[in-house]
């Protein structure tokens, strides 16, 4: 039986891709609990706070991600911003933050974690 190495960037690629599942089985069954979260947009015109700060529709969990990959609003490294990565989420038509497949809740374009990975072209 003949052994494959798996290479780096078809390791990252297929976790990436693992993650996207993972990410999409959750929002899934988010879905289907019947909890409705607020707006983060509207909760932030109502506290005048910015959007892509606004955490307060993230359960306990989804905030603990955001430690475990030390997010930060503005990333340390200028070459890594968030809306360069693989796992970046563009934005909703109106919207200025994004999201992430690793990190929860909304992420701002400039910010950064310790997950960047540099998006593939194809």
């Known amino acids: ?23 999409g089985l959750v929002l899934g069954l988010a879905a289907c609990s019947g909890e409705e979260k607020p707006a983060a947009k509207a909760t932030a015109a109502k506290t005048g706070t910015d959007p892509c700060n606004d955490l307060s529709a993230l359960t306990a969990e989804e905030k603990a991600t955001r430690t475990t990959f030390q997010y930060k609003e503005v990333t340390d490294d200028p070459k890594k911003p968030c809306d360069t990565c693989n796992f970046w989420l563009t934005p909703a038509a109106g919207q200025t933050c994004g999201g992430c497949t690793l990190v929860k809740g909304p992420v701002q374009p400039k910010g950064g974690c310790i997950s960047w990975i540099e998006v593939q072209k194809t």
Do not use: H, N, P, W
């Not at 039986?1 to 990410?23: I, W, Y």
């Open 1 to 23: 039986m003949m052994e494959t190495k798996l290479g780096r960037r078809d390791f990252l690629r297929q976790a990436g891709v693992a993650s996207l599942a993972g990410a």
